[in-house]
């Protein structure tokens, strides 16, 4: 079992950057690709990021290509989501999750086994 625990959402002014973690227990991280999904109200949820576990290939989406950064510390067991530029369509619901085996894209929510609960993030205009 492994418990995902994200932290360093809030309230951020168009433009403005957030740092979001994902912190792991029970078991280590390192041998998981690691996601980040969003979920707006009333949308589905949305891939945002993700890191393979070595992190030698991440994967972004087009709408936050050049504006967030993906990284990870296995030492730490904390997988982290760097958002700069933010703007007002950002705002949602950020959740991490593991996956033990890819097995088509990291893109899809149905390719990861745990989830954590979510961090909010609202960006105001």
């Known amino acids: 079992q492994v418990r995902l625990v994200e932290s360093g959402g809030g309230l951020v002014q168009a433009g403005g950057s957030l740092r979001l973690s994902c912190a792991g227990s029970?078991?280590?991280?390192?041998?998981?690709?690691m996601g980040w999904f969003r979920q707006a109200p009333g949308k589905e949820r949305e891939f945002v990021a993700a890191?393979?576990?070595?992190?030698?290939?991440?994967y972004y989406a087009d709408s936050v290509t050049g504006r967030c950064a993906v990284s990870r510390d296995n030492a730490e067991n904390t997988v982290y989501l760097q958002m700069n530029s933010l703007k007002p369509e950002d705002t949602a619901v950020y959740y991490c999750?593991?996956?033990?085996?890819?097995?088509?894209?990291?893109?899809?929510?149905?390719?990861?086994?745990?989830w954590g609960q979510g961090t909010q993030v609202t960006v105001s205009s």
């Open positions: 999750a593991a996956s033990a085996s890819i097995s088509g894209t990291p893109r899809r929510p149905d390719e990861y086994n745990y």
């Open positions: 029970e078991r280590t991280l390192s041998v998981y690709t």
């Open positions: 890191i393979t576990w070595s992190a030698s290939t991440k």
